[in-house]
């Protein structure tokens, strides 16, 4: 998966699927390295009444919420946890049993789901004023997510232009400079070998 190619993951084209246990629905925005057989996956869930999340053992989860008025997550363990807007999040192990109740009506919640034994994933939350580089090559991809606004990302003399909602998968087997610049808010995620160097790699 970090040998690339970078992909542009526009909103409408991510695939609507069920929920493992069937309890809801999910746009599926990136399942790498294959879609049946994925380490790492990145997809929102569309949750409209209380529901039991699907396990997922030997996996690690992190939500943020995308849209409503906030998402409670009720654990077996007796934990609970409130995702508030805007952009609250929570990690959380992907065997857990938990159910997620939406908090005044319908809500959106960004889905991060990765292997540890094989990856390190790092999200961050940031604001898009001007440009920044991501770097990437045969240990480090990113991904981003635009939570809104525009951006474009360039690169290698070819350029894309982002909307509110659409994604971008950034990777290459050398080494890569890749430049955002836009004006709005994204989710950044840097995806690195488990085992591997953890510095960021942006500026």
Do not use: K
Request: glycine residues 12%; negative net charge; contains cysteine.
């Amino acid at each position: 998966m970090f040998h690339g190619p970078a992909q542009f993951l526009p909103a409408h084209e991510y695939r609507r699927l069920r929920w493992r246990n069937g309890a809801g629905w999910t746009r599926e925005i990136l399942a790498l390295p294959d879609p049946e057989r994925w380490d790492l996956r990145l997809s929102i869930a569309e949750i409209e009444a209380p529901a039991a999340y699907s396990p997922f053992p030997g996996m690690l989860r992190e939500q943020v919420l995308l849209a409503g008025n906030g998402l409670r997550l009720d654990f077996a363990d007796g934990q609970q946890v409130e995702l508030a807007p805007p952009y609250q999040r929570v990690r959380f192990s992907g065997e857990r049993d938990l159910v997620a109740m939406p908090v005044d009506g319908p809500v959106q919640a960004f889905n991060l789901i990765w292997r540890p034994s094989a990856l390190e994933v790092e999200l961050l939350h940031r604001p898009l004023v001007g440009g920044m580089f991501c770097f990437a090559d045969a240990e480090t991809a990113w991904a981003l997510h635009l939570l809104g606004g525009t951006a474009r990302i360039s690169g290698d003399g070819g350029e894309q232009l982002l909307a509110g909602g659409d994604s971008a998968w950034l990777a290459s087997a050398q080494r890569r400079r890749f430049a955002i610049d836009g004006a709005g808010e994204a989710l950044l995620l840097r995806v690195g070998r488990a085992g591997g160097d953890e510095s960021p790699r942006f500026q």
